[in-house]
């Protein structure tokens, strides 16, 4: 097992657990490879024993009964159980409780999604056992993990047969980047920002994909490997995913993750260009996307009331998912003949372009420390995010890439520019029309804040437009 990086605050909240004088229902929920089950497993030194048990990935031969069988087996390699029926969820789950009525404890039911999705009845008997068996062990956590998170909070989070009985949620997001560079640092490498980036841009705060990246080589090197190899994680990675979470629907959200990789869309714009006569018949899809972190709904707002407006777009946030439509489905027979394992990542098609969308994922990601270093206190901010206006006859429409307004009624406008060379006077013509653009209510006042990564010119320096200017280096700290 490779070394255990970050999640500090997510383990200390697990074991605050510990204080507790009773048992605890915990539910771990977040994206495909984002480490919830590496969690739970650095979780686990913490206690005498710690069980196991994942669910098979759904295909057309899975069946109900065969998730038993397959926890009847585990049950045996786990506890060295012999000889139970697998025809009961409920037998399964007394059997287990069993074996662990005392003792420091930690179960584990890995990918419940699965293991629970083709069975009517497995919820109810899941909650059964631990109203009666297991909970009556003071010392025991029961960690329920899974990717879809939207059938775990319909049918756990949100069921009145579970209502009450959670200890805790954690939602697992990308790592921040500060704790990505220990995935360079802990093999005695110090990259450049730059470089981070342009790795990061791909994979994400994604931990799996991280730890298959050899830090000793440059991020070409590794997205060469990683990407455009048949055998790597990276080629072989967005078919898997799709096809083990959304099982038979699987083409269908890949489509609307196709259409996103080209830009944000409306619920409606999503609903036209998939014949859809109604926007609520795709909204349910669009809402499993979003939670199970692939794209995120950016909402604008009203800045004289900081609410939200009801005008939102989808965005696909899933670096990888964006990298793997652009530039290696296309190239898939290409990849396999060996053709593009040398390629110069700089002369794929639209790559600045595209690289820009992806580091501008990963600020926004971040926004928390962008809020830090601008010195803007938690308390201070009424509402932050992208912002896009609508063009109209009174104002043109603009879009800004991250705003921040504060009750002090400032907007910061942030501009993210990712790039190879230093950013010039062109970046404050682009902000100032956006500025210009904006309808901003008379007593508001506009800041302009620059992101950028590979520094700026003097003219720009000098122009003194800018009432802050970050270093992404800084986001790394």
Request: glycine share 6%.
């Amino acid at each position: 097992m490779t070394k255990f990086i970050g999640r500090k605050p997510e383990l200390a909240r697990l074991r605050q657990l510990f204080n507790k004088k009773s048992a605890s229902l915990i539910i771990v929920k977040g994206r495909r490879r984002i480490g919830k089950s590496r969690l739970l497993k650095e979780f686990a030194k913490d206690f005498e024993q710690s069980y196991t048990f994942s669910g098979l990935p759904l295909h057309e031969n899975i069946t109900a009964q065969s998730q038993r069988e397959e926890f009847r087996k585990q049950l045996g390699r786990e506890l060295g159980l012999r000889g139970i029926a697998a025809d009961d969820w409920g037998d399964l789950f007394w059997h287990l409780s069993q074996q662990t009525q005392q003792g420091k404890i930690l179960i584990v039911l890995d990918e419940i999604t699965w293991m629970g999705n083709l069975d009517s009845s497995f919820l109810g008997k899941l909650k059964n056992a631990w109203d009666l068996y297991f909970s009556q062990n003071p010392n025991l956590i029961l960690a329920l993990s899974g990717s879809v998170s939207a059938w775990i909070e319909k049918n756990i989070l949100s069921s009145t047969g579970f209502l009450g009985r959670e200890s805790l949620t954690l939602t697992l997001q990308e790592l921040p980047l500060n704790v990505c560079k220990a995935f360079w640092t802990i093999a005695g490498v110090d990259p450049t920002p730059y470089e981070m980036l342009r790795f990061l841009a791909i994979a994400g705060g994604i931990p799996r994909y991280l730890e298959e990246m050899d830090p000793k080589c440059s991020a070409e090197k590794n997205i060469q490997r990683l990407a455009f190899t048949e055998s790597e994680i990276l080629f072989r990675e967005f078919e898997k995913i799709f096809s083990d979470l959304f099982y038979r629907r699987n083409e269908l959200y890949k489509s609307i993750v196709k259409l996103l990789a080209s830009g944000t869309k409306t619920q409606r714009e999503l609903a036209d260009l998939m014949h859809y006569k109604a926007q609520s018949e795709i909204g349910i899809y669009l809402e499993e996307l979003e939670k199970s972190g692939f794209i995120s709904r950016d909402f604008t707002w009203n800045i004289n009331k900081a609410t939200e407006s009801n005008l939102s777009r989808y965005r696909l946030s899933d670096n990888y998912s964006r990298f793997y439509l652009k530039y290696i489905a296309p190239n898939i027979v290409k990849i396999k003949r060996g053709a593009l394992h040398n390629i110069a990542i700089a002369s794929l098609p639209s790559w600045s372009a595209i690289m820009g969308l992806q580091v501008e994922n990963l600020i926004l990601n971040n926004h928390d420390k962008i809020k830090k270093l601008l010195k803007i206190p938690p308390e201070e901010v009424e509402i932050d995010g992208p912002f896009f206006q609508r063009n109209t006859q009174r104002y043109p429409g603009c879009q800004i890439d991250y705003m921040i307004q504060t009750r002090s009624r400032i907007l910061y406008i942030c501009e993210i520019k990712f790039s190879r060379n230093t950013i010039g006077m062109s970046a404050v013509n682009e902000v100032a029309t956006k500025i210009k653009h904006l309808k901003t209510p008379k007593q508001y006042f506009c800041r302009p804040v620059l992101i950028h990564v590979n520094g700026v010119s003097d003219d720009l320096l000098d122009c003194n437009y800018f009432s802050n200017i970050i270093d992404m280096t800084e986001l790394f700290d």
